[in-house]
């Protein structure tokens, strides 16, 4: 993912917008392949990897119960990549990237 694109990425989670601060752990030139995206604001950390980063889908963002605290808890690392690639091609296309 390209630097510019990296910059631009807010926290999904549910409070006001927040930048992701960026650990990169392996750089080509201009492009991040593999990194760490964390949010100041409330902690959450996600991945990058392969260049595409990687949030959890919006539902593990929502409070699921007042009383359990694990439910309003953000993963950490996820690692698992996406299990359709197609909507990351779609994604890109709605972005107008054409790398």
Known sequence: MRVEFIESLRCPADHAASPLITVAN???G????????????CGAEYALR?????????DLH?????????ATEQ???PTAPPSDRSDALRLAAMLGLTE
Do not use: K
């Not at 201009?30 to 604001?41: K, P, Y």
């Not at 392969?50 to 919006?58: E, T, V, Y």
């Open 26 to 28: 392996e750089r080509r």
């Open 30 to 41: 201009d492009d991040i392949i593999d990194a760490t995206l964390g949010c100041a604001m």
């Open 50 to 58: 392969d260049g595409c980063a990687i949030f959890p889908p919006r």
């Open 62 to 70: 929502t409070h699921a119960g007042a009383n359990d605290p694990s």
């Open 75 to 77: 993963p950490r690392h």
